[in-house]
């Protein structure tokens, strides 16, 4: 977990693989980040997991699912109950089940990376 990034109150975090957040990054209450499904090609159905990434100041909302090999890019917002299965694009907001693009984000100043001399 980086900087003054946040696992809100009842979140679940199935951590099979590895689970990053980035500074800033948010998973809201009740957001569910799963880093292990199964393989349904196969007749036994075997665990396959995958890590997951909340970059630089995201957003996952309340209620909403991240799968695993799934990274929530800088600033991307993944909407309240929204359904993430595929990686979603830094500054974008997702929505719906699966999750589809419904609008891009524009950073402000304040979201600007600032160096030290």
Not at 44 to 72: D, H, M
Not at 84 to 107: E, F, H
Request: net charge neutral; aromatic share 6%; hydrophobic share 45%.
């Amino acid at each position: 977990m980086g900087p003054r990034s946040i696992l809100a109150d009842d979140v679940d975090c199935y951590n099979v693989a590895r689970v990053t957040l980035e500074e800033e990054a948010i998973a809201s209450q009740y957001s569910y980040l799963c880093t292990a499904g199964h393989d349904i090609q196969k007749a036994e159905f075997p665990l396959v997991a995958g890590p997951i990434t909340l970059r630089r100041k995201a957003w996952v909302c309340a209620k909403a699912i991240v799968s695993q090999n799934v990274e929530v890019g800088e600033g991307a917002v993944v909407a309240i109950g929204a359904v993430a299965v595929k990686p979603v694009l830094p500054w974008s907001v997702v929505g719906g089940n699966p999750a589809k693009l419904i609008k891009m984000r524009i950073p402000t100043e304040n979201d600007r990376v600032t160096s030290s001399p």
